[in-house]
């Protein structure tokens, strides 16, 4: 199939890229290729927010609450764990299923995606994919990896950890570091360069992320050569700084048309974000583990961070740049204007999906060892 846009849109976005410094980190803006209104919404993100924000006004707010009841649970995985993308790469890629053991004995689910005879000491790009550590797979992502694939004949790989409720944390996050610690010590057996594993991971999987750079760390391993971070969950204990803190009524006002559509999607997500705790059983959220905005190390790998100006998550995102920034950490930050959240899961019907998936090949491509 072919994507539901013209490639022109995608080329028009690295053309009209621009710098300029948002909450002291110098970030590299993303104009919506089609449309200069400023503090738009992108027309093709905007349709399904309208439709959100329509929804909201008649369905009851305890419908739209949260929380690790089995009946919650089953309807947040329903629509998390919907496959939005548009298939779009017709180059055959190949994908092989594969286990690694859990500290437990768990076979933890994973899928190497390759094409038929990628480049000799590939690095990797290990992603973690998001929803909210209770939903979401692999395959949500799946159209994403293959386009990584087909754009470098690097060899990608993504994890099914273990998901909350029914798995408490840290169940899900060892999980995945079980899984970078696996492909560090067999890498060179695909031909791959152990040397160079990039950990990616969007919204929870950001949080994920963060954390198997933190366990690397502490065990004085360096099997993280980058991390890239989409639209992450990094201050799930809510602290509250200059860099932090925004007001929903003039952070979204100045997009006064859009507000009344944006401000639903906000005021959703952030009840999700402080009801994470229930789902991951576990009231001890201010630990670096599930908030890495607390304690950021200067040890931190090269880090790539995106995230959308209409995402609220995009506040802490800026703040934790500026930690890493603050203390010498080689940070790249991008900003796609007129985008939410998740839209690394649109690949083949938003431009911008595509668009950052070039980036990530390109910083994977840059700062492999």
Request: charged share 25%.
């Amino acid at each position: 199939m072919a994507r539901e846009y013209d490639i022109k849109l995608v080329e028009a976005i690295k053309n009209k890229q621009y710098t300029e410094v948002r909450r002291e980190v110098s970030v590299i803006v993303k104009p919506i290729p089609d449309c200069d209104i400023d503090g738009a919404m992108d027309p093709r993100v905007y349709k399904g927010a309208k439709k959100m924000s329509l929804l909201t006004k008649f369905i009851p707010k305890s419908m739209l609450k949260m929380d690790a009841s089995p009946k919650s649970i089953k309807r947040l995985r329903k629509m998390f764990n919907s496959v939005d993308s548009t298939p779009m790469v017709e180059e055959d890629i190949k994908e092989m299923a594969f286990t690694v053991k859990a500290e437990d004995g768990f076979d933890i689910p994973m899928t190497r995606f390759q094409t038929e005879k990628p480049m000799d000491h590939s690095p990797i790009l290990y992603f973690i994919h998001g929803g909210g550590f209770f939903a979401g797979s692999t395959d949500v992502v799946r159209e994403a990896l293959r386009l990584f694939v087909s754009q470098t004949n690097m060899i990608a790989v993504g994890i099914d950890y273990r998901l909350a409720p029914e798995n408490p944390f840290p169940i899900g996050h060892t999980d995945c570091y079980t899984g970078l610690k696996w492909l560090a010590d067999h890498a060179e057996e695909w031909g791959a360069d152990k040397r160079s594993i990039f950990v990616a991971g969007d919204s929870a999987g950001g949080n994920l992320t963060a954390y198997c750079s933190n366990r690397n760390i502490e065990e004085k391993r360096e099997d993280v050569c980058g991390q890239i971070l989409l639209y992450p969950t990094l201050n799930m204990g809510g602290i509250k700084d200059q860099y932090t803190e925004f007001d929903i009524d003039q952070d979204v006002a100045i997009y006064a048309k859009q507000a009344s559509v944006i401000r639903p999607g906000i005021e959703i997500f952030g009840e999700m974000t402080t009801s994470l705790s229930d789902i991951l059983g576990t009231k001890d959220i201010l630990t670096k583990y599930l908030t890495p905005y607390m304690s950021v190390s200067e040890q931190m790998p090269t880090t790539m961070i995106t995230s959308g100006e209409h995402d609220f998550l995009t506040f802490e995102s800026l703040a934790y740049a500026k930690k890493l920034i603050d203390l010498g950490v080689d940070t790249t930050v991008t900003l796609y204007r007129g985008m939410g959240h998740a839209y690394i899961d649109h690949v083949g019907n938003y431009p911008q999906a595509e668009d950052c998936m070039r980036d990530i090949s390109e910083f994977i491509k840059k700062n492999r060892r």
